[in-house]
C-alpha cells in the first residue's frame, strides 16, 4: 500500500503527516522523505537491519520515536513491552547515527512539537512541550 500512500499524500497535498513502522521499498521511502513527512521508530529498530537502514537514511528532522504498545516488542522479543524500552530505541537509534542518545530524543521532541504546533486541538499539549523544551 505504500505507492498508494504516497499518491494520496501527494494528491491531496497532505503536509502532517506520520508514517509508523515502515518497512516499503527504499525508493518510496525516498520520496517520503521528500515530502516532508515524519516517520516513527520504535522496538523494530532493535532487530531489523531493514528498519535500521532506514533509521540511518532518513533526517533527524523527520524522526519520531515509539513503543509501537505493548503487543510489538512481545512479536519481537517474546516478552510484553514497556515504555521504558523506548530508551532502548532511543539508544540504538544514536548507535546507528553516530550521535549521544540526547540529540535523538531532542529532535523527537522538537519534531513533534513541530508536527502539533498548528493543531487548534492540541493547542494544550503543544504550550505543555515547548515550556518543557525551553526548561
Known amino acids: 500500500a ?3 500512500v504516497l499518491l494520496l499524500l501527494k494528491k491531496y497535498n497532505i503536509s502532517r503527516v506520520i508514517i509508523h513502522w515502515y518497512s516499503g521499498p527504499l525508493d518510496i521511502f525516498r520520496e517520503l522523505i521528500s515530502l516532508g513527512v515524519f516517520f516513527t521508530f520504535g522496538v523494530e529498530v532493535l532487530t531489523s537491519e531493514l528498519i535500521q537502514s532506514f533509521a540511518k537514511e532518513l533526517p533527524s528532522n523527520l524522526l519520531l520515536t515509539e513503543t509501537d504498545n505493548p503487543g510489538g516488542y512481545k512479536w519481537l522479543r517474546g516478552k510484553e513491552g514497556q515504555p521504558s524500552i523506548l530508551f532502548e530505541v532511543i539508544k540504538k537509534l544514536a548507535e546507528l547515527n553516530e550521535t549521544e542518545p540526547y540529540n535523538i ?5 522538537t519534531n513533534f512539537i513541530r508536527l502539533i504546533r498548528n493543531d487548534h486541538n492540541l493547542s494544550e499539549i503543544y504550550r505543555f512541550l515547548l515550556d518543557d523544551l525551553i526548561d
Open 105 to 109: 530524543q531532542r529532535a523527537a521532541h
Open 2 to 4: 505504500e505507492q498508494e
